[in-house]
């Protein structure tokens, strides 16, 4: 039997392979670049992601895998839930962070702050988030048509069990911040760990933060990503 460190290491590169699928399932798809009248308000977001010192200390940086367009389901997910693919596939230029994990890597944060082409058209973005139907059709899309994309090719000796998502408290974070996650338990070489990814969205005017948090076995705290998030919107 395999040790739970190899267990780790198939989860911790499923969960980064599925943060890239999922972050454009519910939200737009983040952009690489801008033009013209956006590229003041991209250098402005590009001050504004986070960065290591946001983080506890001993966690380390390496370079965000997710850097560019995936539109995984749009389609689908508008038909689900009623919502305009035009809201779900939309491409907004984004600045990215750093991806930041903690010393045993099984907890890791990347963020990515878009660029809205207007402040109405970011508090549309946000509002998908309030979607009733959304975690149904997200966890719908996530077990059937869309599971091999989220998390492709599967290591010999590695099951997936039910992908589950489920929207954020609002009372957790409080007004100004939304979001969802998806959980799924993974399972190599007879050692099961949870895999949990948890997108919040934060906004002002054109400019929203998109937090991914990642965790592999044990969660993330409540107050961990509270202290996080905080700091994002206050960058805003």
Same mark, same amino acid.
């Given at each position: 039997? @395999?040790?739970?460190?190899?267990?780790?290491?198939?989860?911790?590169?499923?969960?980064?392979?599925?943060?890239?699928?999922?972050?454009?399932?519910?939200?737009?798809?983040?952009?690489?670049?801008?033009?013209?009248?956006?590229?003041?308000?991209?250098?402005? /977001?590009?001050?504004?992601?986070?960065?290591?010192?946001?983080?506890?200390?001993?966690?380390?940086?390496?370079?965000?895998?997710?850097?560019?367009?995936?539109?995984?389901?749009?389609?689908?997910?508008?038909?689900?839930?009623?919502?305009?693919?035009?809201?779900?596939?939309?491409?907004?230029?984004?600045?990215?962070?750093?991806?930041?994990?903690?010393?045993?890597?099984?907890?890791?944060?990347?963020?990515?702050?878009?660029?809205?082409?207007?402040?109405?058209?970011?508090?549309?973005?946000?509002?998908?988030?309030?979607?009733?139907?959304?975690?149904?059709?997200?966890?719908?899309?996530?077990?059937?048509?869309? !599971?091999?994309?989220?998390?492709? !090719?599967?290591?010999?000796?590695?099951?997936?069990?039910?992908? =589950?998502?489920?929207?954020?408290?609002?009372?957790?974070?409080?007004?100004?911040?939304?979001?969802?996650?998806?959980?799924?338990?993974?399972?190599?070489?007879?050692?099961?760990?949870?895999?949990?990814?948890?997108?919040?969205?934060?906004?002002?005017?054109?400019?929203?933060?998109?937090?991914?948090?990642?965790?592999?076995?044990?969660?993330?705290?409540? /107050?961990?990503?509270?202290?996080?998030?905080?700091?994002?919107?206050? @960058? =805003?």
């Amino acid at each position: 039997m @395999r040790t739970p460190t190899h267990a780790l290491r198939v989860a911790s590169g499923l969960a980064a392979g599925a943060l890239l699928a999922l972050t454009s399932l519910a939200w737009p798809a983040p952009g690489a670049g801008a033009a013209g009248s956006q590229s003041a308000t991209l250098a402005q /977001a590009r001050k504004d992601v986070l960065v290591l010192s946001d983080m506890p200390s001993g966690w380390t940086s390496s370079k965000n895998p997710n850097t560019g367009n995936n539109s995984t389901g749009s389609a689908q997910l508008a038909q689900c839930t009623g919502l305009a693919k035009s809201l779900i596939a939309e491409n907004p230029p984004t600045a990215y962070s750093r991806q930041f994990q903690n010393k045993q890597g099984t907890l890791t944060v990347a963020d990515g702050v878009a660029v809205f082409p207007s402040a109405k058209n970011a508090a549309a973005e946000y509002s998908l988030g309030d979607n009733p139907k959304l975690p149904a059709c997200l966890t719908s899309l996530a077990s059937g048509p869309e !599971k091999q994309k989220l998390f492709g !090719k599967l290591p010999s000796g590695t099951t997936l069990g039910t992908p =589950l998502v489920s929207a954020v408290a609002a009372s957790t974070f409080g007004p100004g911040v939304d979001g969802y996650s998806l959980s799924v338990p993974v399972t190599s070489q007879g050692v099961t760990l949870n895999v949990t990814v948890t997108q919040l969205m934060t906004i002002k005017g054109r400019l929203g933060h998109q937090v991914t948090f990642t965790s592999v076995g044990t969660p993330f705290t409540v /107050a961990l990503e509270q202290q996080i998030m905080k700091v994002a919107a206050g @960058r =805003l």
